[in-house]
Nanobody, 119 residues
Framework: QVQVVESGGGLVQAGGFLRLSCAAS????????MGWHRQAPGNQRELVAT???????NYADSVKGRFTISRDNAKNTVYLQMNSLKPEDTAVYFC?????????????WGQGTQVTVSS
């Protein structure tokens, strides 16, 4: 059993910042890729950023230079530092964990945390 719990969402003005956290627990020894996705109303879920156990990162073009993903392997926790937020960043942000070489369809997902950026 794997549990994934996000926290840190909220309401912020454009140009502001938020930091999301995601803690994974349970049988996660082989689940070493962690990622953040988001879904805005009427849109499909999109990948925001990923990080491997070795620290390799990838970002969506829309957040490059503004968002930073990091992780604490000792705590099985991944973070998403979001700076220079824009109204179009408004969405429910989901954390997911999967094994290296797997797909996000096979990942374990959190319940999501709402991020709202006002203009």
């Amino acid at each position: 059993q794997v549990q994934v719990v996000e926290s840190g969402g909220g309401l912020v003005q454009a140009g502001g910042f938020l930091r999301l956290s995601c803690a994974a627990s349970g049988s996660i020894s082989r689940l070493n890729v962690m990622g953040w996705h988001r879904q805005a109303p009427g849109n499909q879920r999109e990948l925001v950023a990923t990080i491997t156990g070795g620290g390799n990162t990838n970002y969506a073009d829309s957040v490059k230079g503004r968002f930073t993903i990091s992780r604490d392997n000792a705590k099985n926790t991944v973070y998403l530092q979001m700076n220079s937020l824009k109204p179009e960043d408004t969405a429910v942000y989901f954390c997911a964990v999967r094994r290296y070489g797997g797909t996000w369809s096979d990942a374990y997902w959190g319940q999501g945390t709402q991020v709202t950026v006002s203009s």
